[in-house]
């Protein structure tokens, strides 16, 4: 029996949360699992990952076969590096808050000074139409002559 450790999705439509389990190869993906060694929450911000390290070494030891989403969770987790006696990976960066990005994005902008016109100005429909009157004038009288 092949044993895989994959994502059993829970949640609303739009609303996806994971949970991560061991479970035989041919069962469905919401199907019965044999354990349940984490979570995946994609949707908030930043993702929450929790994995029980001590578990998914002890499956990976004993042969299951991560699925590929599953995979890549482990890498960002360092368990399989741990599993392959690879060197661990950084840590996880957590976002900066907003408060910082906005400072400074103010503080870039205090040098410019602002002009409070546009470069070319708007030509008035009155201006246009005696243009075109002058236009159509101008032709006439180059005519005659």
């Known amino acids: 029996m092949a044993v895989k450790i994959k994502l059993k999705r829970l949640g609303k439509i739009r609303s996806p949360h994971y949970r991560i389990v061991v479970a035989d190869s041919r069962t469905r993906r919401d199907g019965r699992a044999i354990e349940e060694i984490g979570l995946y ?9 929790e994995v029980n390290s001590e ?18 969770i482990l890498k960002l987790t360092g ?10 990976p950084a840590p996880l960066l957590q976002p900066e808050p907003k408060t910082v990005k906005r400072a400074l994005f103010e503080s ?3 040098g410019d000074e602002a002009k409070g016109e546009a470069i070319t100005q708007k030509a008035k429909k009155s201006d246009k139409k005696a243009d075109e009157a002058a236009d159509a004038a101008a032709p006439a009288e180059s005519t005659e002559a």
């Not at 929450?41 to 990952?49: A, E, F, G, K, L």
């Not at 399989?80 to 661990?88: F, R, S, V």
């Open 41 to 49: 929450h994609p949707v908030q911000n930043p993702s929450r990952i």
């Open 55 to 72: 578990r998914a070494q002890y499956w990976l030891s004993v042969g299951a076969q991560p699925t590929e989403p599953v995979l890549a």
């Open 79 to 88: 368990d399989w590096q741990a599993h392959k006696g690879l060197p661990a």
């Open 108 to 110: 870039l902008g205090d």
